[in-house]
């Protein structure tokens, strides 16, 4: 692709066109080189979209949640894009579940823009191409970006430094009722949905949640409860309001969140490029493996070594 193609899409982009985002997020997402140039174009037009994110544990009714709130906010004429990280396919790596089969209501509306993307076994649920997919959606116009997680329990804290508002969504009967919310995730919400609120247990499954919230730190405590069936509506617009209270009233922390991202995003850019330096070996890296194999050097002291300024200056010298 030449220099100017990136360009070009970002363009596309930018005046919202469907298709353009469905094709910059495939540029994104299996690591193209031309990504970098297209997330640099739209990067001065970035700031609008406010995320929301969606998590709980298997069998909560998560996506029917999802499904009923870009109903809600569409009546508001938001624009809504959805990203649904889905299990990754052990053989292809791709989703397991198409985001058609889950939110097909949605599929002729051009106010919605729905993407499913592998978890591609990611601790927290979240592929590494997420955040720059919500920055993508951010660019083409969408107001309101909801990131619904794979439902796998307790590692999904990750959530809590991409999303503006978080949302944990359980239900009565997944087992120990509160027990089934794990701490991690319970740690992180804004708003706690229990939905499924017609099953017997569910007003149970409120106090429990209560008396845990009660246990948290500060104006964490001060968490909104929601009981909600999603399947018939019931409750999605007092969740949905609750929801928009958190986006309201949480810009200060929602900068130090930014930055809390980025240093993450940078330290796994970091680790990335200091991997490919170890792995394309020199004399210097094979000098310190050799120490390493004698038992002359631990090996934390020789990653120490290999990142400390010069070393790479070192490496270059040999091979000249």
């Known amino acids: 692709m030449s220099r100017a193609a990136p360009r070009s899409l970002a363009a596309r982009l930018l005046r919202g066109e469907a298709a ?18 297209l997330l640099r174009a739209i990067h001065p037009h970035l700031g609008r979209a406010l995320s929301i994110g969606v998590t709980g544990p298997p069998g909560a009714g998560k996506s029917t949640l999802v499904n009923a709130l870009v109903h809600r906010l569409r009546a508001r004429e938001l624009r809504v894009g959805v990203i649904a990280v889905d299990p990754s396919s052990p053989i292809s790596g791709g989703a397991i579940l198409g985001d058609r089969v889950r939110m097909g209501d949605h599929d002729l509306d051009p106010g919605v823009f729905i993407r499913s993307l592998a978890s591609r076994g990611e601790r927290g649920g979240l592929s590494v191409a997420a955040a720059r997919i919500v920055d993508l959606m951010d660019a083409a116009g969408y107001e309101r970006v909801i990131l619904e997680t794979v439902g796998a329990g307790q590692s999904e804290v990750d959530i809590a430094e991409l999303a503006d508002a978080r949302v944990v969504v359980c239900a009565p009967g997944l087992g120990d009722d509160i027990q089934a919310v794990k701490a991690g995730i319970l740690e992180i919400a804004d708003v706690l ?11 149970k499954l409120v106090r429990e949640l209560r008396s845990a919230l009660a246990l948290r730190h500060g104006t964490r405590a001060q968490v909104e409860v929601v009981l909600t069936t999603a399947t018939r509506g019931e409750g999605v617009e007092s969740a949905l309001a609750a929801i928009e209270s958190v986006l309201a009233a949480g810009a200060p922390e929602r900068v130090a969140r930014v930055r809390r991202r980025l240093r993450r995003v940078l330290a796994k850019a970091a680790a990335s490029a200091a991997e490919r330096r170890v792995l394309d070996g020199g004399d210097a890296v094979d000098a310190l493996c050799e120490q390493v194999h004698r038992g002359e050097l631990a090996l934390a002291d020789a990653a120490e070594a290999m990142l400390a300024p010069g070393h790479r200056d070192r490496q270059h010298r040999r091979h000249g």
Request: proline share 7%; net charge negative.
């Open 20 to 37: 353009a985002l469905g094709r910059a997020i495939t540029r994104v997402e299996s690591g193209a080189p031309e990504a970098l140039e």
């Open 193 to 203: 949905v229990v939905n499924k609120a017609d099953a017997p247990g569910a007003d």
